[in-house]
């Protein structure tokens, strides 16, 4: 059965850090959010976080934006995502589930929560730490658990399963979500929505590629695909 992003239940959160892409992508009814991260935004050549952010924020307003803390200790990283959540309403504070040193934030995590800011937890790979984010966090302030099931997949697992109980672990947290993140192919997508996350994150790019050609009839795509290699051999001149 062909199925295309208006058939899931899963909201999808668009990830980037391209100011034009952001805003493009926030006008689309289909996209709910938005999320960001240091990483990303080297990428798009920021140098000033605090310009950034507070200059997208001036646009986006309704949809709730991810925005990461960058410092690698706990006290200044308390400062950062204090200082973060006071930018607007819409903002989810990005806190690491460790330190670069392996340490865990899952203390930070409780005070924060119990300051009522909202957290978007990131960079979970473990069913482990699922299960002590869970127990961090404050069953009455929204929160978003963040399991990279892409880089997962990377390792050769299927992660379907441990975001399946990584659900299950979240079930006494009535505002608590899961994402699925790090989407590498358009297939992700269908696949987050059918083990129950409540949210994916889709790069910029890939996000473009699952509006055009999720739900695609495959004879067409079949069609397309012998005219692109005819096209670029005749581009190309190419002779016998």
């Not at 062909?2 to 952001?22: E, P, Q, S, V, Y």
């Not at 006494?172 to 997508?189: D, F």
Request: with cysteine.
């Amino acid at each position: 059965m062909k199925r295309t992003l208006k058939d899931l239940k899963i909201r999808i959160c668009a990830d980037g850090a391209d100011k034009k892409g952001m805003l493009d992508l926030n006008a689309n009814p289909l996209i709910t959010g938005l999320t960001t991260n240091p990483t990303l935004m080297r990428k798009a050549g920021l140098t000033d976080f605090e310009a950034f952010a507070r200059d997208i924020l001036q646009s986006i307003t309704a949809k709730p934006i991810s925005l990461e803390v960058f410092s690698d200790e706990f006290p200044e990283m308390k400062r950062h995502a204090l200082k973060i959540n006071g930018w607007g309403e819409n903002v989810y504070v990005k806190i690491p589930i460790t330190n670069t040193r392996g340490e865990s934030s899952l203390p930070l995590i409780k005070e924060l929560a119990l300051e009522s800011v909202k957290l978007n937890v990131t960079a979970i790979l473990t069913l482990e730490q699922v299960r002590g984010v869970a127990a961090a966090l404050s069953p009455h302030v929204p929160a978003v658990v963040s399991v990279f099931a892409g880089r997962i997949a990377d390792t050769g697992v299927d992660p379907t399963a441990i975001m399946i109980e990584s659900k299950k672990a979240l079930g006494r947290l009535p505002q608590a979500e899961l994402l699925w993140a790090s989407v590498r192919e358009v297939l992700n997508i269908f696949q987050a929505n059918d083990c129950g996350c409540h949210i994916v994150t889709v790069p910029h790019d890939i996000l473009g590629k699952a509006l055009k050609m999720s739900g695609m009839d495959l004879g067409e795509l079949s069609l397309d695909t012998v005219k692109m290699f005819a096209n670029d051999a005749k581009a190309a001149g190419y002779s016998l």
